[in-house]
């Protein structure tokens, strides 16, 4: 009998009640540095000399009167920069339509990862709502098939990406380290596109993971991958993807012989129906949940 592949520095929570929904996200094992900025004697040459002068010039003009035509907009009560959900740190929404996020917009191609011996790609899992992934092959070759993660961003449904350059290096540490061919699923995003959006585009990449992973179909999957060894990982929101896609694999069912060994939820991001404990003061739950 196959024994499950062991998931470095993933842990598994204990149960957690099915009909639950996200509260809030957290991207765990990530660490930045911030480097200080200071001036170079060549750029301020630069801002100083005649030819600075001349080109800086009419740019601050032209921004000086960008803002006072912003300023005489708000004074006529324009509402199109009014905001309509403040969902720091992560994003402002604004009545207008417009969103800024605030976080996570990152990007790095896929590549051969000279640290790990990992090589990725990114697939279109289906070009009319521009769902994708990106695949990660470990550097063996053997003749054993490899066991199949599927990967779950985290961000609150809101931020991030599966291209992610901290996502990207996480998945191929753990493709590395675990022997696994990893993929990592890049939903769409609220507020643009609501849950169960998130969810359903989720489905629809395990579900052609199931089918690339068939004979004569994706060159890495139908190779290499093992179907009887599924495992469903992910964190913050994507930790709630994992448990909600495993539910419903529970109630529909797998093709092609998939049997899913586990589920990694790191951090998950869930949010009950009711309050429990001190989230009953917590001003961003009563928000949330009165959005909800």
Known sequence: ??????????????PIPAKTRHRRGHIVQTHFTRFPVTPHSAVLQLLLS????????????LLLCAHCGGAARSARGDTSSAVKFDFSPF???????VVKRLMGTDRIAAAADALTGVTSRDVTIDPATGVAARVYLPSFRSTARAPILVYFHGGAFVVE?????????????????AGVLAVSVDY???PEHPLPAAYNDSWAALKWVLGSAAPGTDQWLSQYGDLSRLFLAGDSAGGNIAHNLALRAGEEGLDGGARIRGVALLDPYFQGRSAV???????AYLQSAART
């Open 1 to 14: 009998m196959a024994q499950p592949c062991r998931l470095p520095r993933l842990h598994i929570n204990g």
């Open 50 to 61: 005649p030819m600075a002068s001349r080109i800086l010039l009419p740019a601050l003009l």
């Open 91 to 97: 994003l402002i929404e604004y009545k207008s339509g």
């Open 161 to 177: 990406s599966a291209f992610n350059p901290i996502y990207h290096a996480y998945l191929n540490t753990l493709a590395a380290k």
């Open 188 to 190: 769409r995003l609220a």
């Open 277 to 283: 404990g001190a989230q009953a003061m917590d001003p």
